[in-house]
């Protein structure tokens, strides 16, 4: 039996975060799947599991965790990897876990949601809009402050980073997303990321993808 279990699906970006933190650590971990687009996260099971309704929830041992930045922050912990080394960096890493959780992959994940997996009848274009800009304005951010830098909140790579990969590994055309929508400076530290011992595409590290692989 696995260390920790994750309960996630191949298309959510904050169970990517978790998973991507596991990989990163080499944990010894497995995927469970959640039938997210057929309803069991609305299921008295799952919210057994967690009262949210959402994914991920991580189990480790006794403890049962939900909400992605907090696993991020456990799991640092757990495996003394990808946290601060000061007061400054922890408040800078938390800056922006809460900055990408409220605004860049939120925005994104939503957006996403509605160009690919809504009903038709609660599609619109005037929310797509506005969701699409969100998603930019908030990847600008990101985009100006990875101009002089390497990584987001200090001198290598923290679970800012991590975090902040939310959505950003899931294909370009799931968003639609043209050439005017490119961000160099961040796709650089994609780049980076992608260096990292451990790391995975999210359709490699989670299940449910109807695909299956797409790297």
């Known amino acids: 039996m696995a260390d920790y279990k994750l309960h996630c699906f191949a298309q959510s970006g904050h169970s990517y975060k978790a998973a991507l933190m596991l990989a990163l650590c080499g944990a010894d971990w497995e995927p469970v799947f959640v039938d997210f687009f057929n309803g069991e996260g609305r299921t008295p099971e799952f919210r057994a599991i967690n009262d949210m309704g959402e ?62 997996w809504a009903p038709e009848q609660a599609r619109s274009e005037d929310v797509n809009r506005f969701m699409k800009g969100r998603s930019l304005g908030a990847m600008k951010v990101l985009d100006a402050h990875l101009a002089t830098r390497d990584w987001i909140a200090a001198d290598r790579a923290t679970i ?18 043209t050439e005017d929508d490119r961000f160099p400076n961040i796709e650089a530290w994609q780049e980076r990321v992608k260096t990292l011992p451990g790391w995975q595409h999210p359709y490699d590290l989670m299940p449910g993808h109807p695909l299956g692989s797409n790297t």
């Open 160 to 177: 800012a980073d991590v975090a902040c990969s939310g959505y950003l590994f899931y294909p370009r055309e799931e968003f639609g997303w």
């Open 55 to 116: 994914c991920p929830v991580l189990v480790h041992g006794d403890v049962t965790l939900s909400q992605s930045g907090v696993m991020l922050d456990y799991l640092s912990k757990q495996f003394g990897k990808f946290g601060p080394k000061t007061e400054e960096e922890h408040r800078e890493i938390l800056r922006w876990v809460l900055f990408e959780n409220h605004k860049l992959n939120s925005f994104q994940g939503i957006y996403r949601f509605m160009l690919n």
